[in-house]
């Protein structure tokens, strides 16, 4: 199994990799995260500019149809270039929730301007003390004539800071970690009584612990539904997370095996000892079965097949694993130069620590596979 | 576990204990101390150990060390290290001290070893380059004669607290023609000294402890050549063997280990499955310290009798690092989605950090200890020392 790339996807992926060439090296990116922001508006555009904001929607909702596929291609070169803007949080996680649970109204009035590139959205689904369980949510909303009424707290919700509208999670009825009884509501970022405390992220990034009191949201979605919906969100966000972190790996690779063959100690290549060089074949292998499991995940999820979930726990597992141990090592082999912030290895190594966080650690995902399996 | 002590021993220990708490400064037990503290704060507890007479448990009583058996030794160690004591500047007290007193002259002993004690000079070590990390010997940094001076040109890096130094322990190439090892001479350079510049290296955690050192035609005096000209190597491989003896790191990871359990209990809750996961990565990492701190204890009973340890400091260096990094993963990993915040540097109180305190410096610790199986002679270098001085491979 191997995808081979229609010519279409072929052309997505080459534009990509001209545009970030061009505009997102190492230095210009450095530049995005040292800014006020920490994110650049005019890349956002140039995003959409080059369509890859519509790329995964369906044409009849203005996108292009692309699907999973086109995320991942896009994941994947994000990945490679460390792009910090929120693809993953706007188009993927809450695009798709919009795309699937909105009403017509709620499609029209939201999904253009994502795909313009005009507003910026985030999930806003971690609580404090729930960890990695999507159902443990003590944020309540009440309905209040046509609206709901939210207050609780969510905690270090990435791109936050950036967001026009969040959607949130909140406890409609039941107690905490039900399965049921929580619901997706839009909120806007600015409306009253939205709290933000922000911090930057560990990966250069932008986050906030979010404080609502009595704030206004509308429902998206059915009431009750909205476990199952994150759900299959974090499948999507799953194949997306491991298509950037294969991106990292393959860089991590190559400016390792490249730096083992210039980087002279002891009157030699560091490449040319034994016990480095198996080093760099088990990254290899780490690299190659990331790879595999990634287009395995991806087309998974593109054919909306059963055991998806299960799956999505697998990869999220094995390319975790595989993305700490090559991040470990590129750092380990660069030596002292490994960790300075000069070099882009560390901060590789950055971002894969943070996507291992991201919906779950390997650690969490592993045990959730074992039981998906064990009910199968 | 502990050493079987004599009453007297036991007495001494209980002695060190009460003075550590009675006498460790307060405002040095800030988040993360290794990063936090002002040049001033951090000589705080080493000008209290001074005035004590504790500062340099290494040293020979003549030249101010408090001549203490190797048990002591180790109790002193042990106990302020299992108290979270920031220890004294090491590449003052630990190394540069015992090559002045054990090579140098009478002036050089007179001039510098009462300043090191009293914390009044801070040494950095200007060993690495950009192209001699694992393999040292090819040091390109050049030291040429030229009457009563020699004229120093060279880059040194990864020159930790640079910043604060008054002095700095260079190894320099005085004959370029020589083997790589014979051409080597130990010189101690005066920070102030005009073509000296210090510039940050800034590490991935965010925070400045590292630099690099240029060194362009700095005049030295040819009276700061310690021992014999070329001859340096042999002084730079004392050195290293007293920089690896204490990387076992036992009290350190004791303390981090204790605090992430405090962590994983407030975090998790028992009936969560991963508690039960975060349980067991903790009892194999604390069997971990427990097998090397009973190999460090057997190897401190051995000292005591009078054989010598070999390179067991290499065994400790790799296992006391790896252990640690593997504490400061478990600890990154239990603070969940407060594993994403990073502080900003220079810390401040100001700043915001999501979640409780105790989780503040998780990201820090987790990021800069990566450095530990890089420096001070790579994880790899030590394996190589163990197959061939041990296993003669």
């Not at chain 1, 390319?319 to 090559?326: D, E, H, N, S």
Request: hydrophobic fraction near 40%.
């Amino acid at each position: 199994m191997d995808i081979q790339f229609t010519e279409e996807q072929e052309l997505l992926r080459s534009s990509i990799q001209r545009l970030l060439r061009d505009q997102y090296d190492f230095e210009a990116r450095r530049k995005i995260v040292a800014d006020e922001q920490g994110f650049s508006r005019r890349q956002w555009a140039a995003f959409a500019e080059l369509g890859l904001l519509a790329a995964p929607f369906a044409e009849d909702a203005g996108g292009l149809g692309g699907g999973p596929l086109s995320t991942m291609i896009i994941a994947h070169e994000f990945g490679r270039h460390l792009v910090v803007e929120p693809f993953v949080e706007t188009v993927v996680l809450v695009g798709g929730l919009i795309e699937r649970l909105g009403d017509a109204a709620q499609k029209q009035g939201f999904i253009p301007d994502i795909l313009d590139g005009k507003k910026i959205w985030t999930l806003a689904w971690t609580e404090k003390g729930g960890r990695f369980d999507l159902a443990d949510v003590t944020t309540t909303a009440r309905r209040e004539g046509d609206d709901y009424v939210l207050s609780g707290g969510k905690t270090a919700v990435i791109a936050a800071p950036w967001a026009d509208y969040l959607v949130v999670s909140a406890r409609t009825s039941g107690n905490r970690r039900d399965r049921g009884g929580v619901s997706l509501f839009v909120v806007d970022r600015r409306a009253a009584g939205v709290d933000l405390q922000s911090f930057k992220t560990i990966d250069g990034r932008r986050a906030a612990e979010i404080n609502l009191r009595n704030v206004r949201g509308q429902l998206l979605g059915k009431e009750g539904e909205g476990v199952v919906a994150l759900e299959a969100c974090r499948d999507r966000a799953i194949g997306a997370l491991c298509a950037e972190a294969v991106g990292a790996i393959g860089e991590l690779n190559s400016a390792t095996l490249e730096y083992s063959k210039t980087r002279k100690q002891f009157g030699t290549t560091i490449g040319s000892f034994q016990v480095l060089q198996h080093r760099m074949v088990d990254m290899f292998i780490a690299h190659q079965e990331a790879l595999s499991l990634m287009q395995h995940l991806n087309l998974s999820i593109s054919g909306g097949e059963a055991g998806l979930s299960r799956l999505a726990s697998g990869a999220k597992t094995k390319i975790g694993y595989a993305a700490k141990f090559v991040a470990d090592q590129a750092v380990q082999l660069h030596g002292g130069m490994g960790m300075t912030d000069e070099l882009n290895v560390g901060h590789y190594f950055k971002r894969i620590s943070s996507i291992n966080i991201q919906f779950g650690d390997p650690a969490f995902h592993v045990l959730r596979y074992a039981r998906l399996g064990a009910a199968a | 576990m502990e050493l079987a002590l004599s009453p007297e021993d036991a007495a001494f220990r209980d002695e060190v204990r009460s003075f550590i708490a009675e006498n460790y400064p307060a405002e040095m037990r800030v988040p993360n101390p290794e990063t936090d503290l002002t040049k001033e704060q951090s000589l705080l507890w080493h000008r209290i150990l001074h005035k004590k007479g504790w500062i340099a448990p290494l040293w020979p009583k003549e030249y101010g060390g408090p001549g203490w058996s190797i048990t002591r030794r180790f109790i002193f160690e042990q106990e302020t290290s299992r108290a979270g004591t920031l220890p004294p500047l090491a590449f003052s007290v630990t190394m540069v001290g015992p090559v002045i007193y054990t090579f140098g002259n009478e002036a050089q002993k007179k001039k510098f070893l009462p300043r090191i004690l009293s914390g009044e000079d801070w040494w950095c070590q200007g060993y690495s380059e950009p192209g001699s990390g694992s393999d040292l010997a090819t040091v390109r940094t050049k030291a040429v004669r030229e009457g009563d001076h020699y004229i120093v040109n060279g880059h040194k890096t990864w020159t930790t607290l640079a910043q604060h130094a008054d002095w700095i322990f260079c190894l320099v190439r005085t004959d370029p023609n020589a083997k790589p090892q014979s051409g080597i001479s130990f010189l101690l350079i005066d920070m102030k000294s005009p073509g000296v510049t210090v510039r940050p290296i800034i590490t991935i955690d965010g925070s400045h402890e590292v630099n690099d050192v240029f060194l362009e035609n700095v005049r030295v005096p040819v009276e700061n050549l310690i021992g014999e000209e070329n001859k340096g190597w042999t002084y730079a491989k004392f050195l290293l063997g007293n920089e690896r003896t204490s990387m076992a790191g036992i009290g350190r990871s004791t303390r981090y280990i204790n605090k992430l359990k405090q962590i994983v209990e407030a975090e998790i809750p028992s009936d969560d499955p991963m508690h039960l996961d975060f349980q067991r990565e903790i009892a194999l990492v604390e069997l971990d310290v427990l097998a090397l701190e009973a190999t460090e204890l057997r190897v401190v009973a051995q000292m005591a009798r009078g054989i010598d340890p070999g390179p067991a400091a290499s065994l400790f260096k790799i296992r006391g690092t790896e252990i640690f990094q593997r504490i400061t993963e478990l600890t990154h990993r239990a603070i969940g989605n407060h594993g994403l915040a990073l502080r900003e540097q220079p810390a401040s109180a100001n700043r915001f950090m999501p979640g409780p305190e105790y989780g503040h410096t998780a990201s820090e610790k987790y990021l800069n200890s990566r450095k530990l199986s890089i420096y001070g002679g790579s994880n790899e270098i030590q394996r190589n020392i163990i197959a061939k001085a041990v296993l003669g491979l």
